[in-house]
């Protein structure tokens, strides 16, 4: 989370630059938001309305998120306010909030939403496949996609493929 700030910083700019209107069809850049902070669906809003108001696509990748406990413990040795939610359920229905959030704007904003659901949850997919259905996006539809890492929950990105949705592998990199 001390770094976050500096890459959506970073990222924000890229996105401006990359996924302008008048360059791309597309969101080209994504950002990556991880649910199991108390502040990423805030941030998540705040960026999407800055997207609308600059005029360029939005792409975002969601995680959970993956580095809980030198979070708090950070947060702790700085005397700080952890930044992860107090609970599981709370990271769950901030990235279930947030998946329905950008589904929906999806539909009402005349500019490319994307949204890369990076999830081992199964009860998260079937959650945003039901959203899909209620606001009427296909299953190949540019506007999401589904992706679990490489060497885990095959049983769902294959299931995913299989059935027509747009399903990947990812593998992440770096320190």
Do not use: W
């Amino acid at each position: 989370a001390r770094f976050q700030p500096a890459i959506d910083n970073l990222v924000l700019d890229l996105q401006r630059t990359y996924n302008a209107t008048h360059t791309t069809d597309i969101p080209i850049i994504y950002n990556t938001y991880q649910c199991y902070l108390k502040d990423a669906g805030d941030r998540l809003k705040t960026d999407v309305e800055r997207s609308e108001r600059h005029n360029y696509h939005f792409g975002a990748k969601l995680v959970r998120g993956a580095y809980m406990e030198s979070e708090r413990a950070l947060a702790a040795a700085k005397g700080d306010l952890s930044p992860i939610h107090d609970t599981l359920q709370d990271t769950h229905d901030c990235y279930n909030d947030s998946v329905k959030f950008l589904l929906k704007h999806s539909k009402t904003s005349n500019k490319t939403t994307e949204v890369m659901c990076a999830t081992h949850n199964q009860e998260t997919i079937e959650l945003a496949i039901d959203a899909m259905n209620e606001i009427g996006i296909d299953r190949k539809a540019q506007t999401i996609c589904f992706a679990q890492l490489f060497g885990m929950m095959d049983n769902l990105t294959y299931k995913l493929g299989h059935t027509g949705f747009r399903a990947y592998k990812y593998v992440p990199y770096g320190p």
